[in-house]
């Protein structure tokens, strides 16, 4: 059995609601466990991440999927920090070779969320991560990939509450990036 953990900030709900897409979609592979795991602010002290528990959930995983809020350009300062605290593991290579792919909602279609899938993979490959991109043309009737990222997931949300934004269709793109890396873990695994 292959383990998929999701590991993610959200500041307003749009980020978690992604991240359950996410989840979703890794969990439709058939033999595949997913562990969706919210950074809490309060685990930060003196600006550095403290929660042994989750680090060792990460440990046990085969693909790690990393995922923020896009702020002023760039990941959120609570996932900047769970990022430098895990410096620990890059020390010692301890997440070498695990599968990596990331997600980030912003409230414009650009919003410079490509600085925070390019932070996400910076860090993955860091840390000696194996990255899982985005595939999916965003050409399609069902709005998959609409705004034509395949560094990772985008999805825009604004002040809309969690029941409108992100949308059907980023949320969709958010299920198949989680299917394929699944997908990819269960392959590796046999």
């Not at 279609?109 to 990255?131: C, E, N, R, V």
């Not at 395949?150 to 969690?162: D, I, L, R």
Request: glycine letters at 10%; charged letters at 15%.
């Amino acid at each position: 059995m292959s383990t998929v953990s999701i590991v993610y900030y959200s500041g307003t709900g749009h980020t978690t609601k992604l991240a359950e897409a996410v989840a979703k979609g890794a969990a439709s592979i058939a033999g595949v466990k997913t562990n969706l795991l919210a950074i809490n602010a309060d685990n930060i002290t003196k600006g550095r991440y403290q929660n042994a528990a989750l680090l060792a959930q990460l440990d046990a995983s085969d693909a790690i999927i990393f995922g923020s809020p896009t702020y002023m350009g760039g990941p959120a300062a609570q996932f900047k920090a769970f990022a430098d605290a895990i410096s620990e593991k890059w020390y010692v290579g301890a997440w070498r070779d695990k599968l990596a792919a990331g997600f980030t909602v912003s409230s414009g279609p650009s919003g410079d969320k490509l600085s925070t899938l390019h932070y996400l993979f910076t860090l993955a490959m860091q840390l000696g991560m194996i990255w899982i991109g985005q595939p999916e043309l965003p050409m399609n009737d069902k709005g998959i990939n609409r705004l034509g990222s395949y560094s990772g997931v985008m999805a825009q949300a604004g002040q809309e509450p969690t029941d409108v934004a992100p949308n059907a269709a980023d949320l969709l793109t958010g299920e198949l990036l989680g299917r394929r890396v699944a997908s990819f873990a269960e392959k590796l695994r046999k």
